[in-house]
């Protein structure tokens, strides 16, 4: 069974930097698309960003131009990197994997950013 386990998740100032990471158990990174989701407080989960084997990258808006999502085959790894960060972007975030109609899920890592 695949699993996922993130980390880098802290408190930082409004305007701060994060960068996760995604450690996956199996060499899924190069041949599927994975991703970033996260859920705030009282919120549903939402879309933060994609990448695809092929490297196409998907993001959501509220994250365009601030996120960037990246992959290292070799380390079986999935990267976000957080700029320019808001109290809005305060959550859980969630490494995702996909595998055709099912994904899976990670455990979470919490970022909190103060205003």
């Known amino acids: 069974q695949v699993q996922l386990v993130e980390s880098g998740g802290g408190l930082v100032q409004a305007g701060g930097s994060l960068r996760l990471s995604c450690a996956t158990s199996?060499?899924?990174?190069?041949?599927?698309?994975m991703g970033w989701y996260r859920q705030a407080p009282g919120k549903q989960r939402e879309l933060v960003a994609t990448i695809t084997h092929e490297l196409r990258t998907n993001y959501a808006d509220s994250v365009k131009g601030r996120f960037t999502i990246s992959k290292d085959n070799a380390r079986n790894a999935v990267y976000l990197q957080l700029n320019n960060l808001k109290p809005e972007d305060t959550a859980v975030y969630y490494c995702t994997a996909e595998f055709g109609s099912r994904t899976t899920w990670g455990q979470g890592t919490q970022v909190t950013v103060s205003s």
């Open positions: 199996a060499h899924i990174v190069g041949r599927h698309t």
